[in-house]
């Protein structure tokens, strides 16, 4: 799996912490930030779809 980096601001991550852990929903930031991602994109096919951009690369 490729690694990644990126700058976040600080706000940003603990918030995003809060929801990392033991009896929270994620078990590691990285795993919440693929969740975003996945649903980010899911959330941009929909709109694309409706707007009738689904096709082509």
Do not use: Y
Request: proline letters at 4%; charged letters at 35%.
């Amino acid at each position: 799996m490729p690694k990644i980096s990126l700058d976040m601001p600080s706000e940003l991550l603990s918030d995003l912490k809060g929801h990392v852990g033991d009896d929270k929903k994620f078990i590691s930031v990285a795993d919440a930030i693929r969740s975003a991602c996945r649903k980010l994109l899911d959330q941009l096919d929909s709109i694309d779809a409706r707007q009738g951009r689904i096709g082509g690369e």
